[in-house]
């Protein structure tokens, strides 16, 4: 935050989550600097239910599309909802008040899209030129793709079909429900659908008309909740975008482009001054071949460059016993990681966070689990959920790589880390599916290289320093790592990890 003061005076600091704005926040009064933030409008829009998308609220026929001056002195989660109760009382709006506000602060805190979906940054008619960004957790870039993705599912469908009003447009949405349930079962891999379900140009304005109609009475009513007449619109007009491709996953059809490059882009502005942050930074090389930055970078390894460590402890143990490589998975591999998994847990000093790579693995491993505290991962498992389980004494979270709870996990107790132990049920390599495929020709096509190390590999090490990472949260915590596959055992894991001398152990 110094560094970018000193150059332009004024810094844009993108974070993940809303949650990742109040440390933004205290740093700036630490160094007695004004500070702002932008929240979405679901979030900070008084009529709003929460679980809409920005692009839904029509501020155009709000009555109290008015800004006025925000006070950012207090933390943003209990200003965004004093500002939703003013705003209603007094007749102003807290989104535009804070984005009006946020322009003349010297720190201004928001979440990714605000950069990276070009509608949302071109909405916030900031100068981007007058920032250095910063963006925090930077390693994120390397799943960017995901910001932009349109999904299209069948339960999106029906609920669009009880809010169209108009016979035709739901027999539009009747037709396409019945093309996707002729779609195969994929399960979690992503599968490229060749011959997706598309619209004519008069069935899209049918759509459309439905969903403008629906977006205005929800803003005149001030009730504005989800509207999926505009998720099924948004999915068939993202087909009109340039690389995208529709995919298959997890029951819905999704729009995508697999290019990290198309949605990074924005980065190589000249004017625009960049600081990456984080603590599993991929190599020079990969940002600049894999993202497409192709900005003069200075790389910075502060672990090298300080005498110190800034991380923590950590000891290592290598099983040479057992692998997640497909041709070797079984019902006794999987016996024999679930053994591993309950003797790490008794012989841990506190919880243990155990990873797997996918959720079949999950399901495999959980079911194997005997006479242990086990709190698996699930589409509804919220970080509460792990303090509670934690507070009631040891407990083993069994979390999916790159799934909700790998990133996330925040379990401490005066700034130090809870878990002791990190157990990590082989290497989370990408899924070798249509999108990793597509991914790598169009980093190929753009690049002239498409190596295993760039594509495979260190996707991989990212996810497996975030895993270790969220054990290290205080210079002063130690972990113990369990490598617990046998492909861990090379001279380039050792070294990437700095686990020169790992303990082998087996069964
Ligand atoms: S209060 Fe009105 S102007 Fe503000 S975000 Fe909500 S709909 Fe838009």
């Given amino acids: 935050m110094l560094v970018a003061l000193n150059v332009t005076g004024k810094a844009l600091f993108l974070v993940r989550t809303h949650n990742q704005f109040y440390p933004v926040y205290r740093e700036s009064k630490r160094l007695g600097k004004s500070f702002g933030f932008v929240v979405g409008k679901p979030n900070v829009c008084p009529f709003s239910s929460g679980d809409v998308e920005s692009i839904d609220i029509d501020c155009r026929r709000c009555e109290i599309n008015l800004a006025t001056g925000v006070e950012f002195g207090e933390q943003p989660a209990s200003l965004v909802s004093k500002l939703r109760q003013e705003g209603l009382a007094n007749g102003f709006c807290p989104y535009h008040s804070l984005l009006f506000s946020s322009k003349s602060t010297e720190v201004v805190a928001m979440t990714y899209p605000y950069l990276f979906l070009p509608w949302l940054r071109e909405s916030l008619d ?48 009747s037709k396409l429900q019945h093309k996707l349930s002729a779609l195969p079962e994929v399960g979690e891999r992503y599968l490229l659908i060749n011959d997706p379900p598309t619209l004519e140009a008069d069935e899209l304005e049918l759509l459309q008309d439905e969903y403008e109609a629906l977006r205005a009475k929800m803003t005149e009513q001030r009730k504005i909740g989800r509207n999926h007449l505009g998720s099924v619109l948004r999915f068939f007009l993202s087909l009109r975008e340039p690389g995208r491709k529709v995919f298959l996953n997890g029951g819905s059809l999704v729009s995508k482009n697999p290019d990290p490059a198309f949605q990074l882009d924005v980065l190589n502005q000249k004017t625009l001054p960049l600081i990456l942050m984080s603590g599993t930074l991929p190599p020079l090389n990969y940002i600049q071949k894999v993202w497409g930055l192709t900005k003069d970078i200075e790389y ?20 040479k016993d057992v692998t997640t490589s497909f041709q070797k998975r079984s019902d006794v591999m999987w016996g024999k990681y679930a053994s591993y998994l309950m003797r790490i847990y008794h012989v841990s000093r506190a919880n243990v966070l155990a990873l ?6 999950l399901r495999k491993v959980l079911g194997r689990l005997k006479g242990i505290n086990v709190l698996p991962e699930d589409s509804r498992t919220s970080m509460e959920d792990l303090s509670r389980a934690a507070e009631n004494g040891k407990v083993l979270i069994l979390a999916v790589n790159r799934g909700k709870l790998s990133e996330g ?40 290289v498409a190596n295993e190390e760039l594509l495979v590999r260190i996707p991989a090490l990212i996810a497996v320093k975030q895993a270790i990472g969220r054990a290290l949260r205080n210079p002063g915590d130690s972990v113990t790592v369990w490598l617990l596959d046998k492909r861990y055992d090379s001279p380039w894991w050792k070294a990437r990890l700095g686990a020169f001398n790992p303990r082998k152990i087996v069964l």
């Avoid at 920032?131 to 999904?151: F, P, Q």
């Avoid at 880390?417 to 990190?422: G, K, P, R």
């Fill in 300 to 319: 910075l390894d502060v672990e090298r460059a300080l005498p110190t460590t800034v991380q923590g402890k950590r000891e290592w143990l290598l099983a």
């Fill in 409 to 448: 996990i925040e379990l401490t107790n005066g700034g130090r880390s809870l878990i002791s132990d990190v157990a990590l049920v082989g290497i989370p390599f990408p899924s070798p599916d249509d999108y990793s495929k597509l991914r790598a020709e169009a980093i190929a096509a753009r690049t002239g």
């Fill in 126 to 173: 900031f100068n981007l030129e007058e920032y250095v960004v910063i963006i925090d957790e930077a390693h994120n870039l390397d799943t960017i793709s995901d910001l932009g993705e349109r999904r299209l599912s069948r339960a999106t469908l029906s609920s669009a079909m009880s809010q169209a009003t108009s016979e035709l447009v739901r027999n539009i949405l």
């Fill in 356 to 361: 797997v790579p996918s959720y079949e693995v």
